[in-house]
């Protein structure tokens, strides 16, 4: 009885510790423009949203991209090389992750875009 019963303990341990585990390496945390600018990062990266504004510029073939990001009233210069989401565009939700340089660009070592609007499901309409 004492054999099973520290068997579970250790299996549900085990459950817990992967649990804990792997919700902490996924969890989604970013901060508004207005956040990342009240509290700077000072040494690590920083997660930032917002919505891709009009007049993104690209060059390099396409892998330098360089675009301004609103969030409300909240707008930050971003620069980003890499290759860019199939979705991304002006109107978009995106989330930046990098650092801010002293002239206040923000310079993205990733970029991933979330999924516009228009590909939710829309109530179908009576006729």
Do not use: N, W
Not at 78 to 98: A, C, D, K, N, W
Not at 110 to 124: D, N, R
């Amino acid at each position: 009885m004492i054999k099973v019963v520290l068997l579970a303990l250790v299996v549900a341990v085990g459950v817990g510790y992967f649990m804990v585990s792997s919700m902490h390496g996924s969890a989604d945390y970013y901060q508004t423009i207005q956040q990342m600018r009240a509290h700077p990062p000072t040494t690590s990266q920083a997660s930032v949203e917002g919505v891709v504004q009009k007049g993104v510029q690209r060059g390099d073939g396409g892998f330098d991209v360089r675009f301004v990001m609103a969030d409300g009233k909240d707008r930050m210069p971003v620069s980003y090389q890499g290759t860019l989401p199939e979705i991304f565009r002006p109107g978009v939700q995106v989330v930046v992750q990098g650092k801010v340089d002293q002239d206040g660009t923000f310079h993205a070592t990733q970029l991933q875009a979330k999924c516009p609007s228009h590909f939710s499901a829309e109530p179908a309409q009576s006729h």
